[in-house]
């Protein structure tokens, strides 16, 4: 089976201040990690993989297979960060989603 | 490209109605997928596909019923509303492999 953590429903920061959005996963095989964004009234879009190990909007996540932990990480957060997070898992034919974190950041 | 296109937007039904929920893509995809989004519940796996002819049930399959007779749609039926299955449903699809996911904009379905 595979299982998606994310224990916060909701993270409220200051504008500037850092940001990290917990995920923790349970699989047996070699996952596959990502984290998906939904702005306001849009539908959901892929942020980052942890294949390609890159930065998007100044978002970084790295995977941690000791921990079994895809934390997305942004050290100053921005206004327009505010959206909900979603982390992800491809195993075996399936995309499992965690319940996702409203990010909110404010001004 | 149009990418993953939804239909409809919005749809009120009575309990015990059915309807089908469109889902078409024109990506080439072969991998599709619908969920469904509750607060609290983030996005469940209700059905998939990995190819035309072959579905198979995901976390929540109960009501729902797919088919997937060509590459491009992959409709979902409910068979019998019921206010329980009042959500919104997106509709997502993906080269076999581990890709990104594309999304539909969502149908945001009420069961009264």
């Known amino acids: 089976a595979q299982r998606v953590t994310q224990p916060e429903k909701l993270l409220s920061v200051f504008k500037g201040a850092p940001v990290e959005l917990k995920c923790n996963y349970s699989y047996s095989g070699s996952p596959e990690l990502f984290w998906y964004v939904q702005y306001s009234r849009q539908r959901l879009q892929l942020l980052l993989r942890?294949?390609s190990r890159e930065s998007i909007k100044g978002f970084t996540a790295d995977l941690n297979k000791g921990e079994t932990s895809f934390h997305l990480k942004k050290p100053f957060a921005q206004e327009e960060d505010s959206a909900m997070y979603y982390c992800?898992?491809?195993?075996?034919?399936?995309?499992?989603f965690g319940t996702g974190t409203k990010l909110q950041v404010i001004p | 490209n149009a990418g993953v296109t939804q239909t409809p937007k919005f749809q009120v039904l009575k309990t015990g109605q059915s309807m089908t929920l469109q889902c078409a893509q024109d990506?080439?995809?072969?991998?599709m997928s619908w969920y469904r989004q509750d607060p609290g519940m983030g996005l469940r796996l209700i059905h998939y596909s990995v190819g035309a002819g072959i579905t198979d049930q995901g976390e929540v399959p109960n009501g729902y019923n797919v088919s997937r007779s060509t590459t491009e749609d992959f409709p979902l039926r409910l068979l019998s509303a019921a206010p329980s299955q009042t959500s919104v449903y997106f509709c997502?699809?993906?080269?076999?492999?581990?890709?990104?996911?594309?999304f539909g904009q969502g149908t945001r379905l009420t069961v009264v």
């Open positions: 990506m080439n995809h072969e991998y």
């Open positions: 992800a898992l491809r195993g075996y034919q399936k995309v499992t």
């Open positions: 942890h294949i």
């Open positions: 997502a699809s993906s080269l076999e492999g581990a890709t990104e996911a594309f």
